[in-house]
Every structure is written in structure tokens, then in C-alpha cells.
């Protein structure tokens, strides 16, 4: 009989607390920091604490293979004596002003564009995408070669068609034309971003509001400087915020095609930053350059984030 009671107990234990986990599943306040919880983290530890250890580094004159000292903000004072920092400050701001420019222009653009009755128009906009999703270093080594100096289709498609006198320049080996490869494939590579975002928000607006501009007299230029510029206007700040962000910060794609050269002309803050802390051995300095345009960024989030919120409510 005993043996009995112990095989009927196990059953009945375990039917409890299927009750009991379902029961504590049911209620709030358990739910809901339960799915919160590997979230954070995974910020934790992927974004926070590497960003307290970047500070941490930038306020010491951490270099490898010996002890640390606190300095505060001396590493970001001396930076301004470096003619190579002071050369990636400047091309930070005309790649990422250019950067952006173009892109919204274009994006803009391609978003009308996609938005029109147009044959196979799914598979064009799975197209339009490709450059977002192929990985960046692989996608940037197919320019390398575009731009290649000896074997370069860019150039040779320029001769063919007359615009470049004979040889053609050299792309990534003098100091505009570097700049001007960068930008290009920077544009190249987040224009999808743009376009598929600011399609997403014409499909939002109501047909109805063309057609009562369109009944006004309006032409298809003042539909859209009154009706669907002022209605994108969160989106293209959403959109200008995090490319802004995202060009500042972008690594990739420099760091491939010129490795920041030649002689520092496209160098920016990530690549700089890598070079002066990874392959001379200097972390604090390093660290000071990755985080020199925080304080910027964090100000461009909080009025970007301020404007769309009034623009909405």
C-alpha cells in the first residue's frame, strides 16, 4: 500500500506545480520582469559594461602590459595637440554631413519612386534592401576592387564614357578622391535604410489628404511640400538621428578601403581610435577618442527625440 501512495504522490506533485508555475505565469508583476530580464542583461553586459570600462580607460593613462593611473580629462585635453586627431575631427563632420545629406536626398527619392504602381514591385523592393543586409566588410572588399588603382571598373567605365581623361584617378590613393570612395559606398550602403524607412511612412498617410489637395489645385509639388513633407517629418528625424549616429560611428567601410589613409585623410573617430589603442598599445588615449563626441551625440539624440515628440503630440 505504501508503494501505491508513493506512485500516486509523484503525479499529483507535479500536477501542483504545473498549477503553481501557471498561476505565477498569469499574474503581472512576475510576467513581465521575467521577459525583461535577459534583455537587460545582455545590455548589461554588452553595452554597459563595456561603455563603463571605455570610460574608465579614457580617464587613465591605460597602456598595455602596465599599471594604470587616473589622469581625468587629460587625454582629451592633449588630443588637440595631434595633427591626425585634429584631421579625423574634421573629416568625421564632412563625411557624416555629406553622409547624411545624400542620403536623405536619394532616399527620398527612391522612397516616391518604390511607392508608384511599378511591375514586380516586391521583388524590387527585396532588391532595394541587399546592400542593407549583405555584411558590411564583404560588400565594402567588392569596392576595393571597384576602386582598385590598376583594374578599377569605376574608372574604366568613366573612360568608356569620356567623363575621366586617361588614366583615371586614383581612388583610394589621394586624399579627396579617398574621401569622396568612402562617402560613396557609406551612401551606397545606407540608402535602403532611408528609402524602405520613408516608404513605410508614405503608405502611412491617407490618400484622402492628396485627394482633397488635388481637388484644391494643388500640383504634385505642392502636394508634397504641404501634405507629405510635413507628415514625414517624424519619420526623417527618426531616420537623420540614427544615420547620424551610425555614420559618426561607422567603421567598416573606412577601415576596408583606405585603412584611414592617405596620410589620415579619412581616418574617423572609430578607426583612429583603433589604431592609436590597439596597434600602439595606447587604451587610455584610444578611449579618449571613442568617446570625444558622447557628449555631442547624446545632446543631437535629446533634441532630435524632443522635436519628433512635439511634432506627434
Do not use: C
Not at 90 to 96: G, L, P, S
Not at 105 to 124: D, E, H, K, N
Not at 245 to 272: C, E, M, Q, R, W
Amino acid at each position: 500500500m505504501a508503494i501505491g501512495h508513493i506512485g500516486l504522490a509523484a503525479p499529483r506533485a507535479r500536477a501542483a506545480l504545473h498549477v503553481r508555475v501557471r498561476e505565477l505565469l498569469d499574474r503581472e508583476w512576475f510576467l513581465g520582469p521575467a521577459f525583461v530580464t535577459p534583455a537587460l542583461l545582455l545590455l548589461l553586459l554588452l553595452v554597459a559594461y563595456p561603455f563603463v570600462m571605455a570610460v574608465y580607460f579614457a580617464l587613465s593613462d591605460s597602456f598595455i602590459g602596465r599599471p594604470s593611473h587616473f589622469v581625468g580629462i587629460r587625454n582629451f585635453i592633449a588630443l588637440w595637440e595631434s595633427d591626425a586627431f585634429r584631421q579625423t575631427f574634421q573629416n568625421a563632420f564632412v563625411f557624416t554631413g555629406i553622409s547624411v545629406a545624400l542620403k536623405l536626398g536619394l532616399g527620398i527619392s527612391l522612397a516616391l519612386l518604390l511607392s508608384q504602381p511599378l511591375w514586380f514591385t516586391r521583388a524590387i523592393r527585396g532588391a532595394v534592401l541587399l546592400p542593407w543586409v549583405i555584411p558590411t566588410a564583404l560588400s565594402t572588399l567588392g569596392w576595393v576592387w571597384m576602386f582598385d588603382s590598376l583594374y578599377s571598373v569605376v574608372n574604366w567605365t568613366g573612360l568608356a564614357l569620356g567623363a575621366l581623361d586617361p588614366p583615371g584617378p586614383n581612388w583610394l590613393g589621394q586624399r579627396y578622391h579617398a574621401m569622396a570612395a568612402v562617402i560613396t559606398v557609406n551612401v551606397w550602403r545606407g540608402l535602403p535604410f532611408f528609402a524602405i524607412t520613408i516608404l513605410a511612412g508614405l503608405v502611412s498617410i491617407p490618400r484622402e489628404l492628396y485627394e482633397a489637395a488635388e481637388s484644391d489645385g494643388a500640383g504634385p509639388a505642392s502636394r508634397f511640400w504641404y501634405v507629405t513633407l510635413p507628415l514625414l517629418k517624424p519619420v526623417l528625424a527618426i531616420v537623420i538621428l540614427f544615420s547620424t549616429i551610425f555614420t559618426f560611428s561607422d567603421f567598416n567601410i573606412v577601415f576596408v578601403l583606405t585603412h584611414g589613409g592617405p596620410i589620415n585623410s579619412t581616418h574617423l573617430f572609430a578607426t583612429l581610435a583603433r589604431q592609436i589603442g590597439l596597434e600602439t598599445g595606447r587604451i587610455g588615449e584610444g578611449a579618449a577618442i571613442s568617446l570625444y563626441l558622447f557628449p555631442v551625440l547624446v545632446f543631437v539624440v535629446w533634441a532630435q527625440l524632443r522635436y519628433v515628440r512635439r511634432q506627434v503630440y
